[in-house]
C-alpha cells in the first residue's frame, strides 16, 4: 500500500519513477492478418521472432519496480511457439501479464483451454465490428463472425473452468464502426467480457487518415458513459478521470512516456510501439533497463512531449475545450 501512495504521489508531482511500472515486450513481428491502419502496412519489420533464451536474458536485467510485462508490438505475439512458456516465466518471476491479440488462434477448445491454463492475467483481444460493414473502411480490424463467436465460446470456457483471467476487448474508433460502439459495448456485456476500452485511430506514420469528427466521437463516448451497464468501459472522456486527473489535469501527460518501456525484438528501448525507432533510447543488450531510463534522451523527452512524433499523437490528446466526463 505505501508503494502505491508513493508511486501516485510521485505521478502528481511529475516526479520521475526509478524504473517504468511497465515494460512492454515485443516477442514478435510476424502476424496473420493485412490490417490497414497499423504501420505493418508501410514499414517492414519482417517476420521475426524473439529466441526463448533472449527473452530471459532480458527478464533477468529488468529492474525492482516494474511490475506488469506486457506481450506487444507490431506483431501477433502468440504466433509465437513458445508464448505460454514465456507467460509461464514472467509469473514465476512474480509479474502480472498481459498480452493484446487479434484473437485468430484460440479457434478450438484445445487452444482455449490453453490459453486459460496459461495463466495469462490479462488478454486484451481487438475487435472493431460486431456487424458486417456496408462498404470495407479505411482504418481498422475486419470483420469476423467467426471471431466472434470463438470470443464467445471463450468466455464460456473460462467460466466453466472458473479461470480468472481477465478478458477485454480493444477498439479502434474510426469513422467506419463509430456508428456500432454503443451495440459493441452491449454485446460483449452479453457475452461477459470484463472490459471495452475505445482506442483513438493512431494517424501516425502510418497511412491511415481520420475522418471521424471528433464532436461525434465526444458525443458517442458520452452516450456509452451514460448507460446503466455492467461491464467495464474505458474511452478517452474517462481514462484520467476520477484520481487520474490529477496526474493528467494539463492534456499533456502521456502513460507511456511516464509509466512505459517499449522493447523491440532487437533489444531497443522505447517509450511506446507507436513512434518506435524515432524513440531509440538505448539497447537493452548492452544497458541496463534503469540506465536507459534514466539517460538524458528519455528526460528530454518526458519533460518536452512536443516533439516530431509525440505531437502528432492524437491517442491520449483531446482539444483543451473537451474535459474529462464522470462516469
Not at 491511415?208 to 474511452?235: C, D, F, G, S
Request: charged share 25%; with cysteine; net charge positive.
Amino acid at each position: 500500500m505505501l508503494k502505491k501512495i508513493s508511486t501516485y504521489l510521485k505521478k502528481v508531482m511529475k516526479l520521475q519513477l526509478s524504473a517504468p511500472a511497465h515494460v512492454n515486450i515485443e516477442i514478435s513481428t510476424a502476424c496473420n492478418l493485412k490490417c490497414k491502419m497499423c504501420k505493418r502496412e508501410k514499414f517492414d519489420f519482417g517476420n521475426k521472432l524473439m529466441p526463448f533464451e533472449t527473452f530471459t536474458a532480458i527478464m533477468e536485467k529488468l529492474p525492482k519496480g516494474v511490475e506488469i510485462i506486457s506481450f506487444g508490438g507490431y506483431g501477433e505475439m502468440t504466433l509465437h511457439p513458445r508464448f505460454f512458456d514465456m507467460v509461464k516465466y514472467a509469473k514465476e518471476k512474480g509479474y502480472r501479464t498481459e498480452t493484446t491479440s487479434n484473437g485468430t488462434l484460440f479457434s478450438t477448445d484445445e487452444k482455449i483451454h490453453k490459453l486459460l491454463e496459461s495463466k495469462l492475467d490479462t488478454i486484451r483481444i481487438s475487435v472493431d465490428h460486431i456487424r458486417e460493414p456496408l462498404e470495407e473502411n479505411d482504418a481498422g480490424h475486419v470483420f469476423s463472425s467467426t471471431l466472434l463467436q470463438n470470443l464467445k465460446r471463450l468466455n464460456e470456457l473460462r467460466r466453466e473452468t472458473k479461470k480468472s483471467m481477465k478478458l477485454c476487448i480493444n477498439t479502434v474508433v474510426h469513422a467506419g464502426n463509430i456508428d456500432e460502439l454503443i451495440e459493441l459495448v452491449k454485446y460483449f456485456e452479453d457475452i461477459g467480457f470484463d472490459m471495452v476500452e475505445f482506442i483513438r485511430l493512431d494517424t501516425n506514420m502510418n497511412n491511415a487518415q481520420r475522418t471521424l469528427q471528433i464532436q461525434k466521437e465526444k458525443e458517442t463516448y458520452t452516450t456509452i458513459l451514460k448507460m446503466n451497464k455492467r461491464i467495464k468501459v474505458i474511452t478517452p472522456l474517462n481514462r484520467f478521470a476520477k484520481w487520474r486527473k490529477y496526474y493528467a489535469s494539463n492534456n499533456t501527460f502521456c502513460i507511456f512516456l511516464h509509466q512505459c518501456a517499449h522493447i523491440r525484438i532487437n533489444g531497443q528501448v522505447t517509450p511506446c510501439a507507436f513512434g518506435f525507432a524515432m524513440h531509440d533510447f538505448g539497447n537493452i543488450h548492452e544497458q541496463s533497463l534503469t540506465q536507459i531510463w534514466n539517460n538524458d534522451e528519455f528526460l528530454r523527452i518526458r519533460k518536452n512531449p512536443e516533439n516530431p512524433t509525440c505531437q502528432n499523437c492524437k491517442i491520449f490528446k483531446w482539444p483543451a475545450n473537451i474535459l474529462p466526463t464522470k462516469q
